[in-house]
Every structure is written in C-alpha cells, then in structure tokens.
C-alpha cells in the first residue's frame, strides 16, 4: 500500500501514508509498559513487531484498526533489535536481539530457531552476541553488526542450509570501530558499516583479508613466510613463528626460543605424512615438532660442518627439500640420509634461491643468476634461459601447464621449454623485482615486489596493480596457495589473504550525475536546456560542463566518454575523456545540441543511459527567415532600379547602333554581292576544271571491257580530285594505276592532271619494261617538271600503284610508291605494301629502288586498289579511323560478291562510317576480278 511504518520507543508505532499524513497508534491500554524498537510488515494487515521484551504479532482490520497483539513464546523475552525479512525465502525473517544471539522465525510455522553454533571462531559466541544489525546477501550469507566485536560474517553452505565457515572484520583488520549500530548495502555490494563513535566504514571489496601484526603487538615484526591450514594459520617471522586462528586472527601462539625457535628469519614450513611440522630458519638451520609436542627440536643434516642458510624448503615423499646458500640438500629423516648436490654434481652455483614440486611431482629449483634446473635421481637438467645472468626467484604453472618464473630485476617469463616470454614494467608490472609468484584457480598470476603486488590475468591479459592506495604499501616476501586454493601473502606489514571466487568483474555501472552547467562564467540549471541567444557573449564564450560517475568499488577508476550531437544528427562517434570529469568548449556556432556523456566503472561497464545536455543556441538575425524575405525584396528592388537604367542606357544605345548597323548594311551587300559574283566565277571555273578532269580520266567502260568484274568509287573531297585512276590496253598488256596526289582540291587536281598526262606520255612514247620501269620515268619526269632538283622544301608528287596484267596468262607484276594492294589468290589473301617512296621524293629516298612483285593468278582471283583517303577517314562508334585492318575485314566478307554489289557496299560502308563527320581526304578505291 505504500505507507511507512515507525515505531516510538516509548509509545508504539506511527503510519505515514503516500500524502505524508500521520496516523498514531499510542493506544495505552496496548502498547504500555513496553519499549519498542523495529518493525517488519509481513503483509498489509499483520506486523512483527520488535520490543524490550521480545517479539510480538501485531494484527489491522481492513479499517487499519488495531484488532489484536501478542507475544510470540518461541524467542526468549530479550531486547529485539531488528527483524530482516529474509531474500530467498518467504515467510521467513532473521531476528536479532540483545546478548541473546539472533534466530530465523518462520511465521507460517510460528518456529523460531536459536543458531548457537560456536565452533564458527573461538573469538565470539554467537548464542549470545549481542547483535544490533543483519545484512543478507543474495547467495544468503549474513552479516551480523555487533556491539562490541565489530562485523561477524556467516558463510552459507547452500546445499544444507547451514553455516559452515565465518569471517570477523574487526579493528585488527581494517575496520575504524567493533561497536556498530547497522549495515547497508547498496547496488554494487559495497557493505557500508555505522559505528558509534568511529564515523562510517566501508567494505568494496572482501576478497582480500588483512591480518595486521602491529593490532596484535607485533609492530617491529615482519612476516616472512606463510602457510594455512584448515585451522591453523602459521606466520614464519622475521624473529620467530606465531600460530592463530585463520578465520578470526585470535589466541594468538607465539614460537621463540623458550619453545624452540630461534630469534631468526623463518623461510619455509611443512607437515610430512606424519603430521610432524618441520621449519627452516634462514641461519639457524632446521627444526620440527612431532605430533603432540609443544617443543620445537633443531634437526642436525650437515655431520658436524657449519649449517648453511636457508632460503627455501619443501616436502615430497616424505623428504624434507632444501634451498640453501651451500647447495641443494636432500633429508629422509626415516634413513636417516641426506644427499647434497653443488657445483661438484653440475649445478650452476651452489646458491639456491627457491624450490619447486610441479604437478608431476618433478622437482625443479631455481640457482642463483643461473635460469632453473630440473632433478631427478639420476641427473640435472640445466635450463639457463638466457645468455646473460638471469636470476629466478620463483616458479609456477598455469593450467595449461606453461611455467612462469618471477625473476630478480627481469619481470615475470613464461616458459615452455621451446619458448620465453617477458612480461615487465613497460606491460604495468609494477617493478621488474619479483620475489614470489603463484597461479590462483581462475589462472591469475600474483607476483610479490618490495613494495606492492602485481597480477596478471592469463585469460584477459589485463594487469593490475596494488600498492599503498590499497593499504597494501608492504614489502611482500612470501605467497602461499592453501588445499582451497585461497592465496596468502607475507608482508612486512603482516599477511593478506585473497579469496579467488571473491574476486570477480563488476558488473554494476556507475551513476552520472551533473555536478555543474557554466557558460561564460554564469551557471545554468541543471535540469532544464540551456537557451541561450546570440552572439551568448560578444568578447569570450565558454563551455564547462562538471560531472561525476559514482562507483564505490573504484571511484578513481571512473572514465568517461562523450559525444556531442548537432541538429539531431546521430553519427557522431563516441570520444574517450579518460578519467577526466569535465568537458569544455571554447565556441559553440549557433543550433541545437545535445551532449551525450557516459561512465565506465574500474572494470569497462558503461552506464545505459548517458547524461544527456540539451543547448541551444538561437540562430543570428542574418539566418531568420524574415530577414531572408526582407533581404531578398531589397535585392529585387536594387536590381529593379538597376535593369530600369541600363534599359534606357541599352535603348540610346541600340538607337546609335541601329543607325550604325544601317549604314553598315548597305556597305555589306555592297560586299556580299561582289564576293557571291567572284564565287560564282570560282565554282564555274572549278567545275569547268573538274569537266577537264573528268575528260582526262580514261572512261570507266574500257575497265568494263576488258574486266567485266569490276568497279571504281571515286569520291573527291571537294569538287575536284587529287586522287585519280589511270588504266591503258597494249596488245595482251593490261595497266592499272591507282594515284594519291600531293594535297586535294583545286592543287591536287593539277597534280592528278600532271600525273595522269605524264602517264600517257611514258605509256605511248618511252619504251617501258614493267610497272617499276613505269614508276621510276614517271618520278624523274615529275621532278623535271615540278623543277624538283632547286627546291629545298618541294612537298609535291604521289603514291601509285601500277599494275600489268597479263590477260591471256593472268600473270600480274606489280610495283608501288607508298601504297598496298590486295590480292586475292585462290581465295588467300596477299598483300602488297610497296615500296617506302614517294614519286617525287627528294634524293635520299630515290636510293630505294621501285622493285615489281610478280604473282601467278588464275581467273577468279581478284586484285584491290586504293587511296589512304579511304582508310584515314574518321568515324565509326568510337570516332576511330578505319584502318587497313576494317578494309581487311570488309573485303573478307564482301570478296565473294559480285564487283559491282562490292562496289555499292564498299560506297555504303564509307558513307556510314563517316556518318555526319567531314571528308577528310579524296577517295578512290578500284576492285577487279580476272
């Protein structure tokens, strides 16, 4: 129902409901004669009530009127201090009184049970302590707040229900006060302890126990050594052993000489399989004490020569093992016999820094600055590790069976027969100087330094590190894991205990909370956005924004990230603060922001939710959409005046060109006409000339007469043609010309005319013997009439091609100036590129010679001619000229066709491939078929 229940020590209970009304309940006739002291509600209608003389049953009608209470007989009529309801189970309540111990009252049953088990610690007796507070935690072990022995915690063994161990945190271990009123925990299972008269302390962590020499009155002591059993807990001195309890650090024994133990340094202790406890003095020598006695005993090895000091011991099959400063010695005290291994037996050196059984039972020790050395029977296996000096002071293995060795001034290795590797300082170690190492349960490594302790964790790889913040500033010179795998530590300032299962990642992230909003020196709200206009401050803006994560466990651990984000936009990526709980910010343009900021614990575990800040920042009056609007008609209207004067500047303007222009005009007809007369005159006389060419040409039908199959496509550039075929009969000789004249239009014309003229006189009047004949008098002739021989720079002449062919034997000679012709034989093709001159070229090319080809044909066979107007032309999909290759390819797929459809086709083929692109150049292509 949501309403508070009090109880008044001396009058009864108070109810405070949802509207914060108070209704009394000091009923005298009910509530008289008795002090009342807590209250628990089992459900609405019924209350357990705590008093000074016991516990009583309180009962509400549905009007939450009083209808009965009475006292429940199964606990004894003490001072009740408080009730628990008890988490795992319903019904059931812990009920802790004054010197009577506390119960567990079961209310359905209306059971109490009384626990007074007092074999739990010899320190307290629990039947009747008296208890103020009980704190239940979620796997049901208690914590009981006493007055007077400071905080007893119960262990609950979950499979009986019953306690089985117990722990007491006193001043002798940490705590400020041993009188305390109550306990809270809150949501990361931090125990938060009321005294009276010592403030409040607090428990982050249980995991670790300190036993303190100096509460117990051994402030000049230190602790060397370390061993644990069930019941026994030895600490080897500096000065002698002391023996306590494990649990409760009380009736404390203490070893020196009266009872045998010498004032010396105590290294080592073991039981053997008798039960006898054998100790090792670091000069003293050796000691034990059998089963039953109270003395110690110093035990003689060495027959007579000076004992040596004692850095380490061990036991294994019933042999007392032992690190010395003079060697290796082996001790069967039921022989008896001892063996001694030195530098005589292969050791490296006879100072022996640690001994070590394996989990095969292998015993591997550690000489000084000389890696480790495995025994057996029979040999030594030396495993130096390292060329340099390296000094191993002590070993382990993890559960994968990879040794680690804790070294002198070289960190922690790992080894593994086959490999080494380093782990120092510069990984978090906190020193390079290790004394001891051991592997816990859940594979961490712990490393003794002088002062502090490192650990490492094999599965993680994560390091960390305890020191003085840790109140554990000591130098630590021993570590010893128990059959339960616990871990104890020997300090200067006495021992730790460590709990493994204890020690586990938190996984409760930290609080955020905003501590302060500053902007340019004046602070904000913290629960609403901050609105600011612009400009915030016209000299100097900044933003500072105070936060803090809370996590008890490690508050210093606490880091932060942020991530500001504009106008909504979420990509923005989340940016590491480390541990720094403020963020600033010089200038923050106009907008809308919201800053995001989250917390992680000591562990990595971010909060949820982020803290999340809303800014904005009001826009400046050049970005309203008004003045936008405004600026814009004021725009329209400059321009406006603007247009409107350069309209009547551009009228004057166009008045005083028109008349310009008008006057202009007549002058240009004037123009036009005379140049379209004298254009006139140019065309008539170009094609009169082109008339003249034509007539030059020799007529297409004598072709036709004499080759049936055939065809010419003569395409000029221009009107006239500087491409030109030449063809003459002689008798059962056939000649066949295919020319490129220097130039196109009106110039290659002439040339073509020259040529052609020239052809008919050497044809007619000069004895020629071949096409190469033919070729040679037609360049020494053109040279002649072009007056080659004083021109320097003459450009002028033409590639041809000259065929003969033989029309009764179809015998073909052929020579060439520059240009190739296609032959077809028998359905192959051959191609003839001719030679690399020029008719008309000047001296130095005249040295190549014009050379005929001869080809024996045979009717059918076709021969192609023609000019590089045809393949230079550009065209095509890609603008691309089409080559030598495109007529090859054309010529294979037209070849079989009559000459007249190859003619069309090689016409129409040109014509697409050019398309809407310019002639460059005249064409003539000719094609016949024998």
């Known amino acids: 129902m949501g309403n508070i229940w009090a109880t008044v020590q001396n009058n009864g209970l108070l109810k405070i409901n949802k509207q914060k009304n108070v209704t009394p309940y000091f009923q005298a006739d009910i509530f008289e004669d008795k002090l009342y002291y807590s209250i628990e509600s089992v459900d609405p209608f019924n209350f357990l009530m705590g008093t000074s003389e016991g516990l009583m049953h309180l009962k509400l009608n549905q009007n939450a009127e009083i209808t009965s209470v009475h006292e429940i007989g199964n606990i004894p009529p003490a001072k009740i201090n408080t009730i628990v309801k008890r988490r795992a189970i319903e019904g059931e309540y812990w009920i802790a009184t004054e010197d009577e111990g506390f119960y567990l009252f079961r209310y359905d049953e209306q059971t109490a049970k009384h626990y007074a088990n007092n074999n739990l610690c010899i320190k307290f007796n629990i039947e009747y302590e008296n208890i ?11 914590l009981l707040a006493t007055w007077g022995n400071g905080v007893i915690k119960l262990f609950l063994d979950a499979a009986t229900q019953s306690f089985t161990e117990s722990f007491k945190f006193t001043t002798e271990n940490g705590l400020n006060h041993d009188f305390i009123r109550a306990i809270i925990g809150d949501r990361e299972d931090n125990y938060w302890f009321a005294t009276y008269g010592g403030g409040v302390s607090v428990l982050l962590s249980d995991y670790f126990i300190h036993y303190d020499l100096e509460s117990i009155g051994f402030k000049q002591s230190k602790a060397k050594s370390v061993m644990a059993t069930h019941s026994n807990l030895w600490i080897g001195l500096d000065n002698g052993i002391l023996h306590t309890d494990p649990f409760c650090f009380t009736d404390h024994e203490y070893y020196d000489k009266a009872l045998g133990i010498p004032n010396d ?13 054998w100790v090792a003095s670091f000069e003293s020598g050796l000691y034990f004490r059998k089963k039953g006695d109270l003395r110690f005993k110093k035990y ?8 040596p000091k004692i850095n380490d011991m061990a036991i294994v099959n019933r042999d007392i093992l032992l690190a010395t400063t003079s060697g290796f010695y082996r001790i069967n005290p039921t022989t008896p016999k001892t063996t001694l291994l030195t530098t005589e037996n292969q050791l490296p050196h006879n100072n022996i820094n640690f001994v070590f059984i394996d989990d095969q039972q292998q015993i591997w020790i550690g000489p000084k600055s000389s890696g480790i050395c495995l025994l057996d029977s029979t040999s030594i296996e030396v495993h130096r590790l390292s060329k340099s000096p390296l000094d191993v002071s002590g070993m382990t293995t993890d559960s994968k069976g990879n040794f680690w060795l804790s070294t002198i001034g070289k960190g922690v290795l790992k080894y593994n027969q086959d490999t080494l590797m380093a782990i120092d300082i510069s990984d978090g170690l906190t020193k390079n100087y290790c004394y001891d190492i051991v592997c816990d349960k859940n594979d961490r490594l712990w490393i003794a330094h002088q002062p502090g302790i490192s650990t490492i964790d094999l599965n993680t790889k994560q390091i960390r590190t305890f020191g003085f913040k840790e109140d554990m500033g000591g130098d630590f010179y021993d570590i010893w894991k128990d059959k339960e795998e616990n871990i104890w530590f020997a300090s200067s300032n006495g021992i730790i205990k460590y ?3 204890r020690d586990k990642k938190n996984t409760v992230p930290p609080k955020i909370n905003l501590n302060k909003a500053n902007v340019s020196g004046i602070n904000y709200p913290l629960n609403k956005p901050i609105q600011l206009p612009y400009p915030y401050n016209r000299r100097y803006a900044k933003f500072r924004f105070d936060f803090t994560g809370i996590s008890f466990k490690d508050p210093l651990g606490v880091s932060y990230q942020y991530k500001l984000i504009r106008n909504d936009n979420e990509e923005s990526q989340w940016i590491d603060l480390g541990t720094t709980n403020f963020k600033e910010y010089e200038f923050l343009p106009d907008g809308k922001y919201d800053l995001k900021i989250r917390a992680f614990n000591a562990d990595g575990v971010p909060n949820n939710n982020p803290l999340s800040i809303r800014i904005e920042i009001a826009e400046p009056i050049w970005k309203k959409w008004w003045f936008y609007l405004v600026l814009i008609s004021l725009l329209g209207l400059i321009f406006y005046w603007i247009i409107k004067i350069r309209e009547r500047k551009l009228r004057m303007q166009k008045e005083a060109l028109q008349r310009e222009v008008n006057s202009q005009t007549i002058v240009l007809r004037e123009q036009k006409d005379e140049i379209q007369r004298k254009n006139k005159d140019i ?13 030059i040409l020799p007529p297409v039908n004598e072709l036709k007469n004499s080759f049936a199959q055939s065809f010419i496509f003569f ?10 075929y030449w063809f003459s009969k002689n008798k059962n000789k056939f000649l066949l010309c295919c020319a490129d004249c220097t130039g196109h239009g009106v110039p290659g014309a002439f040339m073509s005319m020259i040529g052609t003229t020239l052809l008919n006189d050497i044809n007619k009047t000069e004895k020629v013997q071949s ?10 002739n053109i040279k002649v009439l072009l007056q080659k021989e004083n021109s320097e720079n003459a450009k002028d002449g033409m590639d041809i091609s000259v065929i003969e062919i033989d029309v009764n034997t179809h015998k073909v000679r052929i020579a060439s100036a520059k240009r190739p012709v296609f032959v077809y034989i028998n359905n192959e093709l051959s191609i003839y590129n001719g030679t690399r001159r020029s008719i008309g070229d000047d001296a130095l090319t005249q040295k190549s010679k014009f050379l005929n080809y001869e080809y024996n ?22 603008g691309k000229k089409i080559m030598k290759v495109g007529v090859k390819n054309l010529l294979e797929e037209i070849r079989k066709k009559p000459m007249d459809s190859q003619g069309k086709i090689i016409k129409e083929y040109f014509n697409n491939w050019k398309g809407d692109l310019e002639q460059i150049d005249d064409v003539l292509f000719m094609g016949i078929k024998l």
């Open 300 to 307: 003689p090895y060495t027959k007579g020569v000076s004992e």
């Open 683 to 695: 065309t008539a006389s170009i094609n009169y000339a082109k008339r003249i060419q034509s007539s």
């Open 715 to 724: 395409a000029p550039r221009d009107i006239v043609s500087g491409d030109f």
């Open 499 to 501: 709990f493994p299962d």
């Open 857 to 878: 044909c045979s009717k059918g066979d076709s021969i192609y001619l023609f000019s590089d107007g045809y393949t230079d032309q550009f065209g095509g999909p890609k």
């Open 132 to 142: 103020l507070d009980i704190y239940e935690e979620k796997d049901g072990n208690l």
């Open 265 to 277: 340094e105590i290294t080592g202790f073991e039981y053997d399989s008798d039960s006898t406890f």
């Open 771 to 780: 096409p190469a004949d033919i070729l040679e008098k037609l360049d020494s």
